[in-house]
């Protein structure tokens, strides 16, 4: 039995958990304009989505995963917010541990 929840979410009502579960958020160009969006659709209606708006293709440069320098991963949040490398010793000091480096 799943529970329902009563909510808005970009202007549409959102009724159960699975329809919020399985929305994705696609970053898409129309070629022809130059026009770039994002929208939510579910990601098993995004195929339908293509069919129905034919201009529209996924933005890749926007979706994509982007390059990053390396190690900075493991890094970012310990330079950033101090209090994670206090978290990070922690865990790596755990009796049973595997943790070796952690930033």
Same mark, same amino acid.
Request: aromatic share 12%; charged share 25%; proline share 5%.
């Given at each position: =039995?799943? @529970?329902?929840?009563?909510?808005?979410l970009h202007g549409?009502? %959102?009724?159960?958990?699975?329809?919020? $579960? $399985? =929305? !994705?958020? $696609? *970053? %898409? @160009?129309? *070629?022809? @304009?130059?026009?770039?969006? #994002? %929208?939510?659709? #579910?990601?098993?209606? %995004?195929?339908?989505?293509? /069919?129905?708006?034919? *201009?529209?293709?996924? +933005?890749? #440069? /926007?979706?994509? !995963?982007? *390059? !990053?320098? /390396?190690? /900075?991963?493991?890094?970012?949040?310990?330079?950033?917010?101090?209090?994670?490398?206090?978290?990070?010793?922690?865990?790596?000091n755990a009796p049973?541990?595997? !943790?070796? +480096?952690?930033?």
């Amino acid at each position: =039995m799943s @529970t329902v929840y009563s909510t808005v979410l970009h202007g549409r009502k %959102i009724n159960t958990y699975s329809e919020v $579960f $399985f =929305m !994705a958020l $696609f *970053p %898409i @160009t129309n *070629p022809e @304009t130059g026009e770039k969006k #994002s %929208i939510n659709v #579910s990601v098993h209606d %995004i195929t339908q989505w293509y /069919e129905d708006n034919k *201009p529209w293709v996924r +933005d890749w #440069s /926007e979706g994509c !995963a982007s *390059p !990053a320098g /390396e190690g /900075e991963w493991k890094s970012k949040l310990v330079n950033k917010h101090s209090g994670w490398k206090t978290v990070l010793d922690k865990v790596k000091n755990a009796p049973g541990s595997n !943790a070796k +480096d952690l930033y």
